[in-house]
């Protein structure tokens, strides 16, 4: 499957962003997604992610109650609404794909990766 995140750009501390991923070549519905993020010399961490049928989400501390992951099946799309945003917040966002039902936190058990979208807020 092919992933091509969008949406990122610069945004004022309080504001919010929607960024989307969109997936082609395989049955969209059968992934569970996932959303990372890398800030300049960080690792990569675990933001959101959401089952296959879009019923269970799971979502880091951090971004709890502000960050909300949805998907749409019929346009093979997966979404991150991000609000309140902070500083803190400033990295490049990916989405990944796994072939699997639930929702996965782990970067490693992802199989697909999209190509990043850079986030930037300003305080």
């Known amino acids: 499957v092919q992933l091509q995140a969008s949406g990122g750009g610069l945004v004022q501390a309080g504001g919010s962003l929607r960024l989307s991923c969109a997936a082609s070549?395989?049955?969209?519905?059968?992934?569970?997604m996932g959303w990372f993020r890398q800030a300049p010399g960080k690792e990569r961490e675990f933001v959101a992610a959401?089952?296959?049928?879009?019923?269970?989400?799971d979502y880091s501390d951090s971004v709890k109650g502000r960050f909300t992951i949805s998907r749409d099946n019929a346009k093979s799309t997966v979404y991150l609404q991000m609000n309140s945003l902070k500083p803190e917040d400033m990295a490049i966002y990916y989405c990944?794909?796994?072939?699997?039902?639930?929702?996965?936190?782990?970067?490693?058990?992802?199989?697909?990766w999209g190509q990043g979208t850079l986030v930037t807020v300003s305080s």
């Open positions: 959401i089952s296959w049928s879009g019923c269970t989400t």
């Open positions: 990944a794909a796994r072939s699997t039902r639930m929702p996965i936190t782990t970067a490693h058990e992802y199989d697909y």
């Open positions: 070549g395989r049955t969209f519905s059968r992934y569970a």
